[in-house]
């Protein structure tokens, strides 16, 4: 089975911290997403990553940044956190030529 | 702009009978369509995908429908228990483009009662 884990279930930071999430995958997926959820707007995607090395935004970007050194591994990066980013943040990957997304269970992030 | 649309109410049926989810879509042609169940507090799962040129997909007493011309899937769940009862969320792929990229529905959530 494939196995998705992120580093935190739960997670309070104060406003402006720098805040890492990270996510691991033990399939060799390539392709590698990171998504928020809230209440009444459903799953945005923040960025993703098809490769080692390479990103690509999604529809939220602002206020994030990611970072895919080795493939199994994508972390994102909240230069500064703010109230505003508090929200659940799921992980997914998909294996090349696949289109299913393979989600990790979840990160709650609480930003005071 | 390309938007998706899943009943916005919860669903409560009894036990035993069948659930039948809808997702609408406007303003584009996805390739696929995906359904995916999701348990509170936790991640999606995926649970069927259906092509453009697919009318229909089973799996167990899962069952979708694809109908491009009404821009509308069916989920239907058979002989539903208890444990069926989750949020489904429909997410159809765009066309042009990535088409990794899945745009989500909000979900519609089942209640199977005893």
């Known amino acids: 089975d494939v196995k998705v884990t992120q580093s935190s279930r739960y997670l309070v930071k104060r406003t402006g911290e720098k805040v890492f999430l990270e996510c691991v995958q033990d399939?060799?997926?390539?392709?590698m997403f990171w998504y928020r959820q809230d209440p009444g707007l459903g799953l945005r995607l923040i960025y993703f990553?098809?490769?080692?090395?390479?990103?690509e935004k999604g529809d939220i970007p602002e206020g994030y940044s990611v970072s895919r050194e080795k493939k199994e591994r994508f972390s994102l990066i909240l230069e500064s956190a703010s109230t505003n980013q508090t929200s659940m943040y799921l992980c997914a990957s998909t294996p090349s030529g696949r289109n299913e997304q393979f989600f990790g269970p979840g990160t709650r992030l609480t930003v005071l | 702009s390309q938007k998706i649309e899943q009943n916005s109410e919860a669903l409560n049926i009894q036990e035993g009978k069948t659930a039948t989810l809808t997702c609408n879509y406007t303003n584009y042609s996805p390739a696929y369509l995906q359904w995916y169940r999701q348990d509170p507090g936790r991640g999606p799962v995926f649970l069927l995908l259906?092509?453009?040129n697919e009318k229909e997909k089973r799996k167990e007493r899962l069952k979708v429908t694809f109908d491009t011309t009404l821009k509308q899937s069916l989920f239907h769940i058979t002989a539903s228990q208890p444990a069926d009862s989750a949020t489904y969320l429909c997410a159809p792929s765009p066309r042009a483009g990535n088409n990794r990229k899945l745009i989500w529905g909000l979900g519609t959530s089942l209640a199977v009662n005893p």
């Open positions: 399939m060799d997926h390539e392709n």
């Open positions: 259906i092509r453009e």
């Open positions: 990553s098809y490769d080692v090395k390479m990103k």
